[in-house]
């Protein structure tokens, strides 16, 4: 079994497709469409796991970062909230340019109509809790 490997949260969404164009190349896209699995959405369980054991893994998950630093398990800065939401998107919507000639099944959920759809929508809470919050 070979392990996927995820980016880390400095990467723009620029360098992630640069760095997905390598690996694509290279490894070809099941692997890719894992990494990209691990890296913009990743589940839960797999996050509080490495959370209490690798800490600094959780950086690596790009979109659990977002939705999870909205709440009390792992705030985060308004502004750093909204950048993870932002550089998600636009590493979708370039990759579904970069590759609209690849099948959905072979690059993978990421760049799936219903993926793009749920992380503009929690992107859009994002700007709403920002607008109405009120520092104590």
Known sequence: ??????WPLNLTSED??????KSVDISGW???KNALDITVR?????????????????????????FLGQGYLYPLPHY???S??????SFVEAGRVE????????RGEVFDDWFLMAVKKHHLIAYVRVSTFRPS
């Open 1 to 6: 079994m070979v392990m996927a490997k995820a």
């Open 16 to 21: 992630l497709l640069q760095e997905a164009r």
């Open 30 to 32: 099941d692997l890719l």
């Open 42 to 66: 990743w589940s839960l369980f797999v996050f509080f796991a490495l959370k209490l054991l690798f800490p600094d893994q959780v950086r690596r998950c790009w979109f659990l970062m977002a």
């Open 80 to 82: 750093q909230i909204l």
């Open 84 to 89: 993870i939401y932002e550089k998600i998107v």
């Open 99 to 106: 590759w609209v000639a690849i099948p959905g099944d072979i």
